[in-house]
T-cell receptor, first 115, second 108 residues
Framework: EPEVTQTPSHQVTQMGQEVILRCVPI?????FYWYRQILGQKVEFLVS????????KSEIFDDQFSVERPDGSNFTLKIRSTKLEDSAMYFC?????????????FGPGTRLTVL | RKEVEQDPGPFNVPEGATVAFNCTYS??????FFWYRQDCRKEPKLLMS???SGNEDGRFTAQLNRASQYISLLIRDSKLSDSATYLC?????????FGTGTRLQVFP
């Protein structure tokens, strides 16, 4: 069964460093998403992406964040200068069609620890 | 008011019990409703979509009341493997809005 994959599974970084989290969405999906979950808290939407453009972003997704689809398979989230409060699990998701009823399939997540 | 509110639990129930979770949402424009399941330190996985007419999938039954902005999930004949956090999720665009989840622990 096709699945969303993410690398690395765990990333440890120093405050102020740049990190890039990588995702490979399901191959025939056209809509891509990033969510985050701070330990013990709810899953929060960060950004949605379609046709090489951001469709929607949340207040969390400020100038320190960017997304890119550098080739036909990868979808990346970059945090330019990490802060302690960026420590969280970051989930990538993809869907075939970007309607509210369409199922979003989640990757296993990247645990980001900022020291 | 939180966009999606759930009782965090935990709900501790014996195997074979019936357990019900409730959820309320604040945005009356919400169009789609789901229950996701999340195991500890894992990704959310879709359990079922929720329709106004109510829907059932095996031991799981979901109900939606748009007038009250209320969603429910009923689990019958609980199994040990049902132990997880159940996330109430709403959407009116392509972004999902999650509740904090209700933790279920099924014991032998």
């Amino acid at each position: 069964e096709p699945e969303v994959t993410q690398t690395p599974s765990h990333q440890v970084t120093q405050m102020g460093q740049e990190v890039i989290l990588r995702c490979v969405p399901i191959s025939n999906h056209l809509y891509f998403y990033w969510y985050r979950q701070i330990l013990g808290q709810k899953v929060e939407f960060l950004v949605s992406f379609y046709n090489n453009e951001i469709s929607e972003k949340s207040e969390i997704f400020d100038d320190q964040f960017s997304v890119e689809r550098p080739d036909g398979s990868n979808f990346t989230l970059k945090i330019r200068s990490t802060k302690l409060e960026d420590s969280a699990m970051y989930f990538c998701a993809s869907s075939e069609v970007g309607t509210s009823m369409d199922e979003q399939f989640f990757g296993p997540g990247t645990r980001l620890t900022v020291l | 008011r939180k966009e999606v509110e759930q009782d965090p639990g935990p709900f501790n129930v014996p195997e074979g019990a019936t357990v019900a979770f409730n959820c309320t949402y604040s945005n009356s424009a919400s169009q789609s409703f789901f229950w996701y399941r999340q195991d500890c330190r894992k990704e959310p996985k879709l359990l079922m979509s929720v329709y106004s007419s109510g829907n059932e999938d095996g031991r799981f039954t979901a109900q939606l009341n748009r007038a009250s902005q209320y969603i429910s999930l009923l689990i019958r004949d609980s199994k040990l493997s049902d132990s997880a956090t159940y996330l109430c999720v709403v959407s009116n665009t392509d972004k999902l809005i999650f509740g904090t989840g209700t933790r279920l622990q099924v014991f032998p």
